[in-house]
């Protein structure tokens, strides 16, 4: 049984941006992942299998990847996660992926054109400085509506 869960909106990946590997996504790079995809898991910090929540919606805008989620403690991990959310010591983004089509950057990293989406995380520190997630509040049950939901925005 679900006793907290928490609304969380932000963009896990910034077009244009260079993280602290040196890649840079550009836009368009999530499009035809995002067409295929049914869902994403909401890892915690990108540990495989432990899940904080569900993404309902993963949108590729005019900025980047904008995400919005649900933290519900159903799972250790998310309720580890809404602790820190709470403490202000979670507000992180990241996302996992496989580079489809890319090219080298001069001094290092890659430019990143097409990338599968395998799964976004909740972090402490993102790779991606300006990959940042704001909760909502907590909230009742999400309606049936809200499910989730993966476009590309015109």
Known sequence: MIRRERLIEGYASVFGETDLAGDVVRAGAFAASLARLSGAPMLFQHRPGKIAGRWLRLVEDGRGLKVRGLVTDETPYGAAALDLIDEGRLGGLSIGFVARDWRARVGGGRVLKRIDLREVSLVAS??????????????????EDQLFEARRAA
């Open 126 to 143: 993102p790779m991606l400085p300006s990959a940042r997630f704001t909760p909502l509040g907590e909230t009742a049950r999400v309606a």
